[in-house]
């Protein structure tokens, strides 16, 4: 039986489930440096062995979209950019918080903040990959008309688009008008202040807050955890 397919090859003769199984088999061989040729001869060789036939069609998807989502994340990690929207990469909004922080005399969370928006989970019931990124291109193109100066406009996990900004007079004003552009004029007083915890909205709009940043950049990695699930 090929290495990281045992679990699939339990799964086919107990007559359960193999489609998640699949995706995470994928996700491994990625992790492991595989070729998607190798992840493939290892799908046939493990469905053959197990049931004398081919892989179905939903196995195979499985298993690539397990291996793409492993290898563009990696890939993401690398890079500046995020390769479907055209905004910066969450590994290179972290560098450049980390380069602030390494800056002597500078009171970090005093002096900047991150301005985050997040489209409505409920969009794309069906997990469009495709469909979310372009609609998080439009939201990052919007953050860039508002936010057009030095700032970093980057996306963060699925749903969100950060802006680190620094935290002046003018940055309340400027949150207002992203949030009109972003929702047609309509605006909602909940989010005019500063937050941390993230309030849920029933109005099914792009929400829009500032988030404040912590005192040492050791906690940055945690906030960036939770900003980005």
């Known amino acids: 039986m090929p290495a990281r397919f045992e679990a699939v090859a339990e799964a086919l003769a107990a007559g359960t489930d193999f489609v998640d199984r699949c995706a995470v088999v994928g996700q491994h061989l990625a992790h492991d440096g595989a070729s998607v040729e190798e992840a493939l001869a290892g799908l046939r060789e493990t469905w053959r062995v197990v049931t004398g036939v081919d892989p179905t069609f939903d196995a195979v998807s499985a298993l690539l979209g397990g291996w793409s989502e492993a290898t563009l994340g990696y890939l993401n990690h690398l890079s500046c ?12 909004l972290r560098s450049c918080l980390a380069d602030k922080y390494r800056a002597p005399h500078t009171d970090v969370s005093g002096e900047w903040a991150l301005v985050m928006c997040q489209i409505p989970e409920g969009d794309h019931p069906s997990g469009d990959r495709l469909e979310r990124s372009l609609e998080i291109a439009g939201v990052g193109e919007h953050v860039r008309t508002v936010f057009a100066q030095d700032e970093v406009v980057a996306r963060l996990g699925v749903n969100r688009v950060a802006a680190l900004t620094r935290r002046d007079t003018n940055l309340g004003r400027r949150v207002r008008l992203l949030r009109l552009l972003l929702n047609d004029g309509r605006s909602d007083s909940r989010y005019d202040a500063d937050v941390v915890e993230l309030v849920p909205d029933l109005t099914n709009r792009v929400r829009v807050w500032i988030e404040g940043l912590p005192h040492a950049d050791g906690a940055v990695g945690p906030l960036f955890d939770e900003l980005s699930r």
């Open 81 to 92: 950019t995020d390769p479907l929207t055209g905004l910066a990469s969450q590994s290179h």
